[in-house]
C-alpha cells in the first residue's frame, strides 16, 4: 500500500479539536491552568506552526543527535582538553551549569502544562516534544558536568544549585518559577517561548556555542548547538499563540506579558551573559561586546518580531532598558567578584590592562564609573591586604529581581515603596512596575535579604548567610586567576 | 539603644549595602560605619570629613539617628564633603 505523504494527513491527524459537551470548557481548560484571556473554543484552532514534526521523526532526529554529544563527551574525557582551557571560560561554564540545567527541567513542567492545557491540538502536539526537549536538555547538562566532577567539586552546583537559597539561585529561581513552572499554558507560551526563548537564549546558544568553538571547549559547544536546535523549533508555540490573542482584541494583555518579560528575563541574562562575555571570555576570544551583542541580535530581533506582529516597543525600552546596556553587568561583576565566596564559580575578574583597554573602547567612561573602583581593589591585592578585597556585610537586593541594587551614577537612590505595610525595594521604576502589576502574586516572596531581617539566617553574619546559602568551603568561588590580572594592571600604570 | 538597620551606600560606590546602626549614634558614627564597608575597599580615601544624606538633606553630625526621622531601611547616602 502505498504510503500518504505527510502533508495528505499531517494535519487531519493532528489537529484532534472537538466541541465538549459531557463537560464544560472551564473544566477542561481551568483558568488557572490554562487561562484563556476571554478567548474561546474554536478560537484557537487555528493554531498553527511551521515545524509539522511526526514522533516517529523526532526519536529518530534527537537519537543521533543525542549519539553524537555523548560521543564527543566520550572521546573528551580520554583527553586534557578541559585542562587547558582557560580559568575565565571554566567560570562561564561553571556559571551556566548552575543556573541552567535543572531549570530545563522546571521548563519540561511547563511544557508539559502546554502539552495538556494548551487550547489547540497543534499547539499540545508541539509541547508534547517540547516536553521531551527540556528533559533531554536537563539530563544532558546535568551529565556533562558531572562528568567533570573529579576534575572540580564545584560542577557539583549543576545539580545541587537549584536546591539551594544562593542569592544568585534565588535570583534564577523567581524568574523561573514566574516565567513557567508556575505560569498558565497561555501565558507560558507569550512568556516562555516567545520573550524568553525566540528573544533571547536562541540567540545566546547560538552565540555560546561559537564562543566555546572559540576557545576550543569543543565538548560544550557541542552540546550547546544541539540544544539550540531544539529551542529553535519548541519556541515557535509563542509567535501563533501571540497572533491569536491579537486577531481576538487581546494586543494590551499580550503586549503586558512580554514587556513584564522582556525585562525580568533582562536582568538575569545581564546577570550572566553580561559577565561572562566581557569579563570571563578571555580576550582573544572575544568576538564582540555584550552591548554589541544585545544590539546587533536581541534588540534587532524583538524589534523585528515587534513591527512584524504589529506590536510596540516597551514603554522602558529608551529610558531604561537602553542606558542598562552600558553600565548594568559591569556593576553586577563587580557585585560578583567582591562578593566571590558566595557563588559556585571562580570569578574572572578580567581587568588586566588590555583588558581594561578593550572595555574602556567598548564602553567609553568604564574607566571613570568602575576603573577606578577597581584600581583600589587592586593596590588592596598588591600591597597584601587581601581581606579588604573581601565583603563584611550584604548588599540590599531588588524585591523583583532579587539582584543587588546597583548604580549607574551618584547619590541614585534606590526605589522604597510599601505594600500593605511591608517595605520593598526596588532598584528600577520597571522592576517596581513589573512587581506592583500582580502584588498578589509576588507578595510572599520574601529577598534574602528580607530573610536575614526576619531572622531565617542564623548566625545572622556572612558566614552564616554562605551555610544558609549551602556554599561550602570547597566551592566557594575566589579570584579564578589567582589575581595574576593585578600585576599586568600594575605594569601597564607604570 | 537599638540595632537599627539602613540602606546606604558611599558616594562613588556601585552598590547599596545593608548597614547595621544603633539607633543612638550620631551621624559621624553611621558616616564611618558605611565607609568602613566601601572607602578603602572600592572607593579611594581622602582625608576629608564625611556627611550623611538623608532625602536630599545633609545631617547635623551630632544628631543622631532616633533624633533624624530616618526609619529602619530607609536609604541614606555617605560621602566627603
Not at chain 1, 45 to 73: C, F, M
Not at chain 1, 197 to 216: I, P
Not at chain 1, 225 to 240: C, K, L, N, V
Request: proline fraction near 5%.
Amino acid at each position: 500500500m502505498p504510503k500518504l505523504q505527510r502533508r495528505d494527513y499531517y494535519d487531519i491527524a493532528r489537529d484532534m479539536n472537538w466541541a465538549f459537551s459531557y463537560v464544560g470548557e472551564d473544566e477542561v481548560f481551568p483558568e488557572e491552568l490554562s487561562k484563556s484571556f476571554g478567548i474561546h473554543g474554536e478560537q484557537w484552532w487555528g493554531w498553527d506552526e511551521p515545524y509539522k514534526l511526526t514522533y516517529r521523526e523526532y526519536v529518530h532526529n534527537q537519537a543521533g543527535k543525542d549519539d553524537g554529544i555523548y560521543s564527543i563527551r566520550s572521546t573528551i574525557a580520554r583527553s586534557n582538553l578541559y585542562d587547558n582551557l582557560d580559568a575565565g571560560w571554566k567560570s562561564a561554564i561553571k556559571a551556566h551549569y548552575g543556573a541552567i540545567p535543572v531549570p530545563e527541567y522546571f521548563a519540561s513542567i511547563g511544557e508539559a502544562r502546554m502539552a495538556r492545557f494548551g487550547r489547540a491540538a497543534a499547539w499540545r502536539n508541539m509541547a508534547t516534544f517540547g516536553t521531551l526537549d527540556e528533559c533531554r536538555h536537563g539530563q544532558a547538562q546535568i551529565y556533562f558536568p558531572y562528568c567533570l566532577l573529579g576534575k572540580d567539586p564545584q560542577f557539583d552546583w549543576a545539580h545541587k544549585a537549584m536546591h539551594t537559597n544562593e542569592w544568585g539561585v534565588i535570583a534564577a529561581r523567581s524568574l523561573f518559577d514566574d516565567m513557567f513552572t508556575a505560569n498558565d499554558a497561555v501565558s507560558t507560551a507569550i512568556q516562555l517561548t516567545f520573550t524568553f526563548e525566540t528573544g533571547f537564549t536562541n540567540l545566546q546558544f547560538l552565540g555560546m556555542a561559537s564562543d566555546a568553538l572559540h576557545v576550543g571547549d569543543i565538548e560544550f559547544g557541542a552540546l550547546i548547538s544541539s540544544i539550540q536546535t531544539d529551542e529553535a523549533r519548541h519556541s515557535q508555540q509563542g509567535e501563533p499563540t501571540l497572533k491569536i490573542m491579537i486577531n481576538n482584541g487581546r494586543k494590551a494583555e499580550a503586549q503586558k506579558m512580554v514587556d513584564q518579560m522582556f525585562w525580568r528575563s533582562w536582568k538575569l541574562f545581564a546577570l550572566l551573559t553580561g559577565i561572562s562575555m566581557d569579563y570571563y571570555t578571555p580576550l582573544e576570544s572575544r568576538t564582540m561586546s555584550f552591548k554589541e551583542f544585545m544590539q546587533d541580535w536581541i534588540c534587532r530581533q524583538f524589534m523585528d518580531q515587534f513591527k512584524d506582529l504589529g506590536m510596540n516597543v516597551p514603554w522602558y525600552w529608551e529610558e531604561h532598558f537602553l542606558p542598562e546596556l552600558d553600565w548594568v553587568h559591569h556593576a553586577y561583576h563587580m557585585g560578583v567578584w567582591f562578593w566571590r565566596p558566595t557563588v559556585w564559580w571562580n570569578p574572572d575578574a578580567g581587568v588586566s590592562a588590555a583588558e581594561r583597554d578593550w572595555l574602556e573602547q567598548k564602553y567609553p567612561g568604564w574607566n571613570d564609573r568602575f576603573g577606578k573602583l577597581w584600581d583600589v581593589i587592586g593596590d588592596n591585592v598588591r600591597t597584601g591586604q587581601i581581606e579588604k578585597t573581601y565583603p563584611a556585610t550584604l548588599p540590599i537586593v531588588c524585591n523583583c529581581c532579587h539582584i543587588p541594587i546597583c548604580s549607574p551614577s551618584i547619590g541614585k537612590a534606590p526605589r522604597i515603596t510599601t505594600h500593605n505595610g511591608r517595605k520593598l525595594n526596588f532598584c528600577c521604576e520597571v522592576c517596581e512596575w513589573v512587581w506592583k502589576s500582580q502584588p498578589e502574586r509576588y507578595d510572599t516572596h520574601l529577598s534574602i535579604v528580607d530573610r536575614f531581617l526576619a531572622g531565617h539566617i542564623q548566625p545572622p553574619t556572612l558566614e552564616g548567610a554562605l551555610q544558609y546559602m549551602g556554599i561550602t568551603p570547597d566551592v566557594a568561588g575566589n579570584d579564578a586567576q589567582a589575581y595574576a590580572w593585578n600585576g599586568a594592571s600594575r605594569l601597564a600604570a607604570e | 539603644m537599638a540595632l537599627f538597620p539602613l540602606q546606604a551606600n558611599f558616594r562613588g560606590d556601585f552598590v547599596v549595602l545593608l548597614i547595621p546602626v544603633d539607633d543612638g549614634d550620631d551621624m559621624s558614627i553611621v558616616a564611618d560605619k558605611v565607609a568602613q564597608h566601601a572607602v578603602g575597599l572600592r572607593v579611594a580615601e581622602k582625608s576629608a570629613p564625611k556627611c550623611v544624606y538623608y532625602n536630599g538633606r545633609e545631617l547635623p553630625s551630632s544628631m543622631t539617628v532616633a533624633q533624624s526621622g530616618i526609619q529602619p531601611m530607609d536609604w541614606i547616602e555617605v560621602a566627603y564633603v
